[in-house]
């Protein structure tokens, strides 16, 4: 079970298929949050489950995220597409608006949130 502060960690990078995503619940600002987490080889990005649209979650089941062919994330609720280097909204209903990132770091082989955020 990961321990929810900002020192632990969130997942195992390798638990990150390349190219692919995870979702994991951290503490954020003092707040439970769904994070998206997005893994490009070394590299994770991390955004809030939440579509700018319409503020529901983006993944169609618990974990589970659509990526289109051309290589963007989703919304399986209203078809929002955002890019996975910023998250900016290319096409949908919400576009150029973009998912909300959260800092991230890789540290020891695990997942672990910035330590500028705050969160007990």
Request: proline share 4%; glycine share 12%.
């Amino acid at each position: 079970m990961n321990t929810l502060y900002p020192a632990s960690s969130l997942i195992a990078l390798d638990a990150i298929p390349d190219g692919g995503f995870a979702e994991v619940e951290a503490v954020v600002d003092g707040d439970a949050e769904s994070l998206i987490l997005h893994r490009d080889g070394d590299q994770v990005r991390a955004w809030f489950n939440v579509c700018p649209h319409a503020g529901r979650r983006l993944d169609w089941s618990p974990g589970q995220f659509l990526k289109s062919k051309e290589g963007l994330l989703v919304c399986a609720v209203h078809g929002a597409s955002f890019e996975l280097g910023g998250g900016e909204c290319v096409a949908g209903p919400c576009r150029g608006e973009a998912l909300r990132a959260v800092a991230v770091k890789v540290q020891d082989g695990h997942l672990v949130l910035e330590t500028s955020q705050r969160g007990e």
